[in-house]
C-alpha cells in the first residue's frame, strides 16, 4: 500500500467511525443545523400550541425567504401569538428578509389565467412592491391559509385574480385599493411643507401589450407629496410599518417608482426596509435620500427619472376591522376573474 492508499484509507475509516458514533448516540440531522434557543415565554407558547420546540430553534435562525410552506404557517401561528402587537411583527418578518433576492416584474396570475404566466406569491425573491405586499399580508395573517388569501386582496382590486384588476400602480391603484389596509398621512406630517403633482396612467397602453383591450381613458390624480429639504422635518413622526412611496419624475414628480417599509431602531434610527437590487436592505432613510439626490444629476445625463421626495402611509392598527366593513364577515373576499360567460364564443 502506497502512502495515498494509505491516506484514503484512513479518511474513509474515519468517516466511517463518526457515522457509527452518531448512529449509536442517537444523534440526528437535528445537531447539524443551525438553531436559535427559544425563551421561556416563547417555549410556553410552542407548547401551547402544540408546535415542535426544535423546529422552532431552526426557524427562529433561518431567514424567511428560505422556509417551505409548511414552515411559514408554523411560524405565523407562533408569532401572531408570540408578539400582538403588528407593527413590531411587521418589523421582525421584514429583518427576517434582510438578503432576500432581487428580482423584478416578479409574480402573476398564473393559474388563474395566462397573460402573466408568474405565480401568486414568492417566498425566495421579491421586488419591492412584492415585498411590502407578503410583509403586510404575513404580519396580519396567523396561518398560512389567512397569509395567502389576505396577499391576494391586497394585491388585487376587491380581491378579484385578474390581470385587469391587480394594483399595477402604486398611487392610482394600490394606495387606493387598499385604503383599509393604509392610510396617506402626507399632509398631516407635512403640513404647509408638502408640494402638489399630478399622477397620470396610461393604463390602455400598458394593456395592450398583453393583447388586452382597454377603453377608459387616462387617469389623472392630484396628489402631495413631501420634497426631499422636508423630510428630515418630518421623519421622527413616521412609525414602525408605515409604507414608502419613493416620488420620481423628469421635469417634476411624476409617479411612484420605488416602495418600501418603515422601521425604527433601538437607538431611534428611522429606516427604509426594501427590497432594491441585488438584495433586501435596511438602511436610514436620510442615507437613501442623500444617495438619491446625489444621483440626479447622473440620471438626469442618461435620460433616466430623478427622485424628487416621499408619499407616507400609515399602516392601520385596525385594518382587518376595515376590511369587514367593506367585505363582510366572509372577509377576505377573494375570486378568480369575473365576468368569464361574457367573453364565452358566440355559436
Known amino acids: 500500500m502506497d502512502v495515498s492508499d494509505f491516506t484514503i484509507f484512513r479518511l474513509v475509516k474515519y468517516f466511517t467511525l463518526i457515522v457509527v458514533l452518531i448512529a449509536c448516540t442517537g444523534l440526528s440531522w437535528w445537531f447539524f443545523v443551525k438553531r436559535e434557543p427559544l425563551t421561556i415565554r416563547e417555549m410556553t407558547i410552542a407548547n401551547k400550541l402544540n408546535l415542535d420546540v426544535r423546529q422552532l430553534e431552526i426557524l427562529k435562525a433561518k431567514p424567511l425567504f428560505k422556509f417551505t410552506e409548511a414552515d411559514i404557517d408554523k411560524y405565523l401561528k407562533f408569532l401572531h401569538t408570540l408578539e400582538p402587537d403588528q407593527r413590531k411583527r411587521i418589523g421582525h418578518l421584514a429583518r427576517k428578509c434582510l438578503g432576500q433576492r432581487y428580482n423584478i416584474y416578479l409574480l402573476g396570475e398564473f393559474p388563474f389565467e395566462l397573460y402573466d404566466p408568474d405565480t401568486l406569491y414568492s417566498r425566495r425573491q421579491s421586488d419591492c412592491l412584492v415585498f411590502s405586499e407578503h410583509m403586510y399580508a404575513m404580519s396580519l395573517a396567523w396561518d398560512w391559509r389567512s397569509f395567502f388569501a389576505l396577499l391576494q386582496r391586497i394585491r388585487y382590486k376587491d380581491g378579484e385574480i385578474s390581470m385587469v384588476t391587480r394594483n399595477h400602480y402604486t398611487i392610482p391603484d394600490w394606495d387606493r385599493n387598499n385604503s383599509w389596509l393604509v392610510k396617506d398621512i402626507t399632509d398631516e406630517i407635512g403640513g404647509d411643507m408638502v408640494t402638489s403633482m399630478t399622477v397620470r396612467t396610461n393604463r390602455k397602453k400598458f394593456f395592450s ?139
Not at 432613510?285 to 439626490?293: C, R, W
Not at 367593506?326 to 361574457?342: N, Q
Open 209 to 347: 401589450k398583453y393583447g388586452i383591450r382597454w377603453d377608459k381613458p387616462e387617469t389623472v390624480i392630484s396628489t402631495n407629496y413631501i420634497p426631499a429639504e422636508a423630510v428630515p422635518k418630518v421623519i421622527g413622526k413616521l412609525k414602525q410599518g408605515d409604507f414608502v412611496n419613493v416620488i420620481r419624475g423628469f421635469d417634476k414628480a411624476g409617479w411612484c417608482g420605488h416602495t418600501g417599509l418603515i422601521t425604527i431602531s433601538d437607538d431611534g434610527t428611522v429606516n427604509f426596509l426594501h427590497s432594491t437590487p441585488p438584495r433586501v436592505k435596511e438602511q436610514p432613510i436620510l442615507e437613501y435620500m442623500e444617495k438619491s439626490l446625489a444621483a440626479n444629476p447622473r440620471r438626469k445625463a442618461k435620460g433616466k427619472s430623478q427622485f424628487y421626495g416621499f408619499k407616507f402611509l400609515r399602516f392601520r392598527d385596525d385594518a382587518l376591522e376595515q376590511l369587514r366593513k367593506i367585505d363582510g364577515p366572509d372577509a377576505p373576499k377573494v375570486t378568480g376573474p369575473r365576468g368569464i360567460l361574457s367573453s364565452m364564443p358566440k355559436e
